[in-house]
């Protein structure tokens, strides 16, 4: 048996095709016995009206012959049904039962028996209303604050609310902009109605405010009248849920804490009395009723909440505490004390099935064989294990697991950026103030082993660098096939920047038997553009206003070693230890080697410009010695970190942020200014009688050019 199955204590069906629903079910001592033990009342839209007290002889059995009290058809359809204080002149309670055109007020009485079928249940009508309007659903309560009674209210399908004062009828009133009825509860804390609009909003209305409203049955006189009649209905506080509701509750288990709760269709909703959010929960499956009950944890309360996958779930507060499986789908949900046991959970189908439930475990009645006993061979148990380490051992020798992934990959990208810059510059778009921006050519290429479903490439690298197109779409890949695009990178901004690495991706979609659609899935790869793309060759300089220092543990390399590229070849001699590099954005940066220490200067006028030469330098002498077989080379950088300077670019940024968002705002304000004085000529150009133009052609030039200006 699962555990996650809600344990059945009693069970019946109801009659046979009938229908329920959310109103139909009700607990509660109909027959004022004074045992504290509630009754389950249920009726249908066949117009049945059943009262239930289940005594089970264990938990599971079915319904036996004495556990209906009470069973009656009233002839016409019964929406709703509830228990209070209905009666004048006594505080027992009745049973309120609603009709499409009618409310009727009953008393349940018990006889008891002289015989072994136990007692005589009946029910006597008290009053009855005779209503003009087709009833949606009611809700009851102190309306006013009375005390030792209970008033009905009725919502009718028109959006009317009909208020009776127990055997006597009160007043009506519409809700303003009434398309659909709704849930509707009353809050005796702030003795308003609650109710849920067409618009998706949960909307409140005071007691009073319709008590002092215009009547509905004057609805049909003059405008005049209807003026001088009385208020309009006004709504005390509205909020947008943005979804239809299932069904509203007012929960006040303790005078501190007072909450409304609200099931939409999506989401679980706590209100505060005056309507704001105290906490919601968003659903991932579709509800069908809730109810909510006293939690044993102070300051929470718990919720059960059905849905349409047979399933009810136990929240406190937002956290799920426990889901268990039902054998209907429920549309209405009660907790109930039947039989001295507290805490019953009652369920109603729309079908019929009644259900009074339980969560927790059932005992496993299985209990484990027991094992025979046999003698411990420690000769074979030794030798197992050596096998079994062995097999380790030879599993751990392999190292070539991830070549090996990589060579088994379905898709596999790969990046050849060509080692010369183009002879023709294929940048576009740039804002470059250099007549010539060079480019380079970077071949990507697309092999796959599997069938790639909707393979698309994109190509992306570090603003200010920019690719002649970024994104490639193809066919889907047959096995053993590849792609190749070629596309060039240039620097579009006028900056330096921050990296010079770029990668590839490749989506694409695998397909499988259990998912023709395929299985998401990506590719990358890096690739490296040449230095010599964002800066060129350039005579070194020997002031700067920032130097950086870095030390190493090799002897210095000569840069006709590692910047072969940068090279003049009619002054190689010069350039062994000093070299020069002239960037785009018209900064220089010079590279200098110690001839004595093992130690690099960079130095530029500029420090932002310092970070790529100094990266381009580790870089390239990690791979002059990685040639060489030297594993222990090592950088480091002993000076004091520039922080003085780094927050003098960033104060100068935030200048020119500054800056940037007054001259937006002045520009806004002189093109509002032109486009009047616009305005204002097309009016005068337009006047059939000639006006002079009091110098607007000269107040339109003007601004134009301080437009132009800024």
Known sequence: ??????????????????EFDQGCLCVADVDNSGSGQDKIIVGSYMGYLRIFNPHPVKPGEGIQPEDLLLEVQLREPILQVEVGKFVSGTEGLHLAVLHCRKLCVYAVTGTLGNVEHGNQYQIKLMYEHNLQRTACNMTYGPFGGVKGRDLICIQSMDGMLMLFEQESYAFGRFLPGFLLPGPLTYSSRTDSFITVSSCRQVESYKYQVLAFATDADERQETEQQKLSSGKRVAVDWVLNIGEQALDICIVSFNQAVSSIFVLGERNFFCLKDNGQIRFMKKLDYSPSCFIPYCSVKEGTINTLVGNHSKMLNVYQDVTLKWATQLPHVPVSVKVANLQ??????????????????????????????????????????????????????????????????EKHRDVIVTAEVSPDLDAESQAIDGEMKAEAVPSVTVKVTVQSRVTAQKPSLAVCVQAPLAVTCDQFVFDDLEPDSSETVIVSAFLKGNCSPSELEGNCVVSYNTPTELNPEGIPRVAQCNFRLPLRLVCSPAPPSKAANHKLTIDTNKPPVSFLTIFPDFVDPSSEDDQANALGFQFSTSSKTTLLASKTSQRYRIQSDQLEDLWLITKELMLRLEEHFKKQNCKDFACSFSGSIPLQEYFELIDRHFELRLNAEKFQELLSERAVQFRAIERRLLTRFKDKTPAPLQHLDTLLEGTFREVSTV
């Open 1 to 18: 048996m699962s555990l996650f199955k809600a344990r059945d204590w009693w069970s019946t069906i109801l009659g046979e095709k009938e």
């Open 340 to 405: 001295d046991l507290k805490g019953v959970i009652v369920t109603l189908s729309d079908n019929g099935h009644l259900q009074c439930s339980y969560l927790g475990t059932d005992p496993s009645l299985f209990q484990a064989p027991r094992v025979e006993s046999r003698e411990i061979n420690y000769e074979e148990f030794e030798a197992e294990m050596k096998e079994l380490q062995k097999i380790i051992k030879e599993a751990t020798k392999t190292q070539d697991i991830l070549p090996k992934s």
